[in-house]
C-alpha cells in the first residue's frame, strides 16, 4: 500500500507526509463501541437483578422453600439482616476493590503487558460469571450466609477484572483520536440503557427473579464474549495497529504528532514507515515502554479533568440511586406510581439522558477544550443536584420538607442530571490525553479512570450520610 502524498517543507528530506490509514466501514469505533457495553453491561446486569439477591437471602422460615422466587411472596415480610446489609457490602466491596485494582493499575501499567491484562481480565470474569449463572439454579436456602460471603467475593473478583480492563482500554484508545474515546464513553452509556429496559421488562412479563437472574446473566456473560472476540479482531487491523505502534514508539522513525485533535488525523512518517508495519501485524502488543512514566508531572498536567472526573461521579453516585430511586410519585397510587415510575423515571431517564450527552459530546465540543475553568465551573454547578433531589419525595423522610411536590420536577432534574453527567465526563475524558506528550497518553488513559474511580467510591460513601440528612 502507499500512503505517500508529498514531500513536506517542514520535514526532513528524507520524510514525507503520509495520511493515516483509515478506519474502513467504522469498524475500529464500532469495535470500541461494543469494548464500552461490554466493560459495564456486566456488572450493570448484576446490580439490576436485585429481587433475585432478595430472594436468595429471604427468611425461609416464613417463606415456603421453592425456586418460583414469587415476587409477591415477601410483600408483607421483613428484611431480614442480609436483605438488609446486601446492598451496602455490594457497594463496598465493588468500589473498593475497583479502586484498588485502578491505582496497582497505575504503577504497573508499563511494566506488564496490556494484552494479557485486557485478555485474561475478560476471561476471568466470563469465568466468574459462569458460576453466577449455575448458582441461580442451586438451592441456598440452607447455606444463604456462605452463598453471601461466596457472592461478595464474585463482586470483589468482577469488579477488579473489569477495573483492570477498562484501565487497559482506555490507556490504548486515549493515544488515538477523540472519538474513539468518545465510542467506549457512549457503549458505557447504552449498556445502562439495556440495563433499565431489561428491568421494566422484568417487572412487567418476568413471573419470578430467578428467571429474570438468569437470563440477565446468562446476557452478560455472552456479552463478555463478544467483548473479547471485537478487541482480538482489533489484533490484525491495520488502522488500529498504526496509532498503537505510534503511541509506543513516537519518536523512533515517525516523526510527531502536533498537540491538538486535527493533527492527529495527520501524521509525519518516513518512507519505510509500511515496511515498518508489517512485522507489528503479527506481535504488536509484546512490546512494553521500559521508562516509568513521570507520574505527578502527568498529574498535574492533567488536574483539571482529573477533579473534574471526580466530581463529576462523586455527586452522580451521592444521588444515584441511593436518593434518586428512593423518590417516589406524588400522584395517585397506581400501577405507574408504584411499580414504573422510579425504573422509568429515575433508571431507564437517567441512562437514557446520559448516553444522549456521551453522545452528543463526540460532536458537540462545549465547553471547548481552551474552556477549562468554565468546564470546571459547570461540574461544579452539578453539587445543587443533592439539594434538589433531597428536596424531592424522597421516602422515608424525617427531617426535611418536600419543596417540590410535582413529579415533573424530578423529572427535569433528572434529565439535567443524565445529560451533565454523560457530556461534561466524556468532554474530560477527551481532552485530557491532548495535554501530554503523545508517549504518556496511556497512563492518561489509566489515571483519568482513576479519577472517575475514586469519584464512585467517595459518592457511595457519601450518599449514607445524604440519606440521613433526609
Request: proline letters at 4%; one cysteine or more.
Amino acid at each position: 500500500m502507499n500512503h505517500q502524498v508529498g514531500n513536506s517543507a517542514n520535514a526532513d528530506d528524507n520524510t514525507n507526509v503520509v495520511m493515516q490509514p483509515k478506519d474502513r466501514y467504522h469498524f475500529v469505533y464500532a469495535a470500541f463501541y461494543i469494548i464500552g457495553i461490554g466493560g459495564l453491561l456486566p456488572w450493570n446486569f448484576f446490580i439490576t437483578a436485585n429481587e433475585y439477591w432478595m430472594f436468595k437471602f429471604r427468611n425461609s422460615s416464613m417463606i415456603p422453600v421453592n425456586m418460583t422466587g414469587d415476587k409477591k411472596i415477601s410483600e408483607d415480610v421483613q428484611y431480614t439482616y442480609l436483605q438488609n446489609l446486601f446492598e451496602n457490602a455490594l457497594s463496598i466491596c465493588g468500589t473498593v476493590s475497583s479502586l484498588i485494582s485502578q491505582f496497582l493499575i497505575i504503577l504497573f501499567l508499563e511494566r506488564t503487558n496490556e494484552k494479557i491484562r485486557i485478555l485474561g481480565s475478560l476471561i476471568c470474569q466470563i469465568i466468574f460469571f459462569i458460576i453466577t449463572v449455575a448458582l441461580v439454579k442451586v438451592d441456598t436456602t440452607k447455606w444463604q450466609q456462605a452463598f453471601f460471603i461466596v457472592t461478595m467475593i464474585l463482586i470483589v473478583a468482577l469488579n477488579s477484572g473489569s477495573a483492570v480492563f477498562q484501565s487497559s482500554i482506555f490507556a490504548i484508545v486515549s493515544g488515538m483520536p477523540s472519538k474513539y474515546v468518545q465510542a467506549i464513553m457512549a457503549g458505557q452509556g447504552i449498556s445502562g440503557i439495556f440495563a433499565s429496559v431489561a428491568m421494566i421488562f422484568a417487572i412487567g412479563f418476568s413471573k419470578n427473579p430467578t428467571s429474570s437472574a438468569f437470563a440477565y446473566f446468562l446476557i452478560a456473560t455472552g456479552v463478555l464474549v463478544v467483548t473479547l472476540l471485537c478487541y482480538a479482531s482489533l489484533s490484525k487491523n491495520v488502522f488500529y495497529l498504526h496509532h498503537y505502534k505510534l503511541n509506543k514508539n513516537p519518536n523512533k522513525g515517525h516523526g510527531h504528532l502536533l498537540n491538538n485533535n486535527e493533527a492527529r488525523d495527520q501524521v509525519f512518517v518516513d518512507e519505510n514507515f509500511d515496511n515498518d508495519l508489517e512485522p507489528l501485524l503479527s506481535n504488536a502488543e509484546t512490546t512494553q515502554t521500559e521508562t516509568f512514566p513521570p507520574l505527578w508531572y502527568i498529574f498535574k498536567k492533567t488536574f483539571p479533568h482529573c477533579l473534574s472526573l471526580t466530581l463529576i461521579f462523586f455527586v452522580t453516585l451521592a444521588c444515584f440511586p441511593s436518593i434518586t430511586a428512593s423518590t417516589q410519585s406524588m400522584s395517585q397510587k397506581s400501577t405507574w406510581s408504584t411499580l414504573y415510575f422510579s425504573p422509568v423515571c429515575c433508571f431507564l431517564l437517567y441512562n437514557a439522558t446520559d448516553w444522549i450527552g456521551r453522545t452528543t459530546a463526540g460532536y458537540w465540543h462545549y465547553p471547548s477544550e481552551k474552556q477549562t475553568s468554565l468546564l470546571v465551573f459547570l461540574v461544579i454547578l452539578r453539587v445543587a443536584f443533592m439539594p434538589l433531589f433531597a428536596l424531592c419525595n424522597v421516602q422515608p423522610r424525617t427531617r426535611l420538607p418536600v419543596i417540590f411536590n410535582n413529579d415533573a420536577y424530578f423529572i427535569v432534574f433528572m434529565a439535567i442530571f443524565g445529560l451533565s453527567n454523560g457530556h461534561l465526563s466524556t468532554l474530560s475524558m477527551q481532552y485530557g490525553p491532548r495535554l501530554v506528550e503523545k508517549e504518556h497518553t496511556g497512563i492518561v488513559g489509566t489515571l483519568l479512570v482513576f479519577a472517575i474511580c475514586v469519584g464512585l467510591t467517595a459518592g457511595a460513601g457519601f450518599s449514607f450520610a445524604l440519606r440521613l440528612a433526609i
